[in-house]
């Protein structure tokens, strides 16, 4: 009894623990919903608006897009879209006259590119599947297209829910759980005089996983400090180093013409480092004031093909509560819970800095942030002054260990929060010239 009450522990902890995989304590309520209104009935099935609302607040969908999938109940077939189109029309020579947009049992939707004729475009449509993070952009936060089904039932008691959806974003990573009917949607006219109502309304949520999406972290950390001359990079292979094609920084391949253009895959080619990341965040404390302090943020691009759109940079730490001015990124706290506000989440300004280009001579962006020391908690000893989580487009970094983090030299008046100034003002110059 006692070895199968171990095995029926150990089970329940495993499955505890996979269906914790998907929770982001920075993000708790934070998901794709997928939205199917229909919105008229026709000979043979249904015309339904299809709507992908992003409720992350700082993981987007970037290029090259979604891609949505998912199975449908019955024999369905889709006769025409707007907005957007599947990848495969599939087979469908049993068809005389009208032939369906697609008739695979296992359709896969893309968005439609920019710039497509005005009638094939609808509302929220046409972005190249990229769709902003809630808290970056709300209003762009939405992907949307119309589908019109035959074959399906043409009654809310004979239409079969699609099963088994599966959201790439672009890349894997998000788990989609089964469609259930909710309450229909209510639609205002631009009025506001009228409201209507959909016909049938189901939804699908699917959640982000960073374990499923990849093995290796996408994006490392590094530290440096005004009171320690030490720079502590990012460690070796933070994000693998086994099948990785590289270039060296100095490499004359860097010219070569379509260096930079995307793989039909969106692998990566990195220029040669010892951590192999695609990007690097370097968080550094740079003054020491009376009241306040200074820390500097620098994002690096080690991608040649890629180009980071609409970025997003969060940052946990104590002192984000106190948050005074943030210099050329713009700034957003994030409050998940109410009582704790020691999350933030950095962006790029609209047409200046929100695109990190890829590898090379622009490929970082920087700003600093002023903080307000509070006497209760503000120290620079045993690594307080650094973060304990950064996010880079929605995936955690990996720190360095917290035992080789920049210290205070041991000459200095440890029992004092304050007394600090006066050394931070003679050694900052000195130091300044050798870590930058």
């Given at each position: ?106 359709p896969t939707v893309v968005d439609l590119l920019p710039g497509v004729p005005y009638n094939q475009q609808i509302a929220n449509c046409c972005k190249g599947g990229v769709v902003a993070s809630y808290g970056q952009d709300p209003a762009a936060a939405v992907s949307a297209f119309q589908v019109s089904v035959g074959l399906s039932g043409t ?160 940052v946990q730490h104590p002192n984000l509560d106190n948050v005074t001015e943030v210099f050329s990124f713009e700034y957003k706290p994030l409050v998940p819970y109410p009582s704790i506000n020691d999350t933030g989440m950095f962006y790029g300004m609209k047409y200046y800095n929100d695109l990190l280009m890829e590898a090379g001579t622009y ?74």
């Amino acid at each position: 009894m006692r070895g199968s009450g171990f095995i029926l522990l150990l089970f329940a902890l495993v499955l505890v623990s996979s269906c914790a995989v998907a929770f982001d304590p920075l993000d708790p309520s934070g998901n794709i919903t997928i939205k199917w209104d229909v919105i008229s009935w026709t000979p043979d099935g249904y015309v339904a608006m299809v709507m992908l609302n992003n409720f992350q607040m700082y993981r987007h969908i970037m290029s090259p897009g979604w891609t949505l999938g998912w199975t449908w109940a019955k024999k369905e077939v889709i006769w025409s879209m707007v907005g957007a189109q599947t990848t495969d029309q599939g087979d469908c020579t049993k068809f005389k006259g009208n032939i369906p947009h697609c008739c695979k049992r296992t359709p896969t939707v893309v968005d439609l590119l920019p710039g497509v004729p005005y009638n094939q475009q609808i509302a929220n449509c046409c972005k190249g599947g990229v769709v902003a993070s809630y808290g970056q952009d709300p209003a762009a936060a939405v992907s949307a297209f119309q589908v019109s089904v035959g074959l399906s039932g043409t009654s809310n008691k004979t239409v079969k829910l699609p099963r088994n959806f599966t959201l790439l974003g672009p890349g894997p990573g998000y788990t989609c759980g089964p469609a259930k009917i909710v309450p229909s949607t209510v639609f205002w006219t631009p009025d506001k005089r009228r409201k209507t109502q959909a016909l049938m309304t189901w939804k699908v949520t699917c959640t982000y996983s960073q374990i499923l999406a990849s093995k290796h972290p996408s994006c490392c950390v590094s530290f440096s400090s005004f009171y320690n001359d030490t720079i502590i990079p990012c460690q070796s292979c933070a994000c693998g180093c086994e099948n990785k094609n590289c270039i060296e920084s100095d490499s004359n391949q860097i010219t070569m013409p379509g260096i930079n253009t995307p793989s039909k895959d969106n692998s990566p080619l990195l220029q040669c480092t010892h951590h192999m990341c695609p990007v690097r965040v370097h968080w550094h404390v740079k003054i020491n004031y009376k009241e306040y302090w200074r820390a500097k943020i620098a994002i690096s691009n080690f991608n040649y093909r890629m180009n980071y759109t609409q970025w997003t940079l969060v940052v946990q730490h104590p002192n984000l509560d106190n948050v005074t001015e943030v210099f050329s990124f713009e700034y957003k706290p994030l409050v998940p819970y109410p009582s704790i506000n020691d999350t933030g989440m950095f962006y790029g300004m609209k047409y200046y800095n929100d695109l990190l280009m890829e590898a090379g001579t622009y490929g970082n962006v920087q700003s600093e942030l002023l903080l307000k020391k509070d006497v209760n908690t503000f120290t620079f000893k045993q690594g307080w002054a650094f973060p304990r989580k950064v996010y880079f487009n929605g995936d955690e970094c990996m720190l360095p260990p917290p035992d080789v983090y920049p210290h205070l030299p041991n000459s200095s008046p440890v029992s004092s929060r304050f007394g600090f100034h006066n050394f931070a003002t003679v050694l900052f110059p000195l130091l300044l010239l050798t870590i930058w």
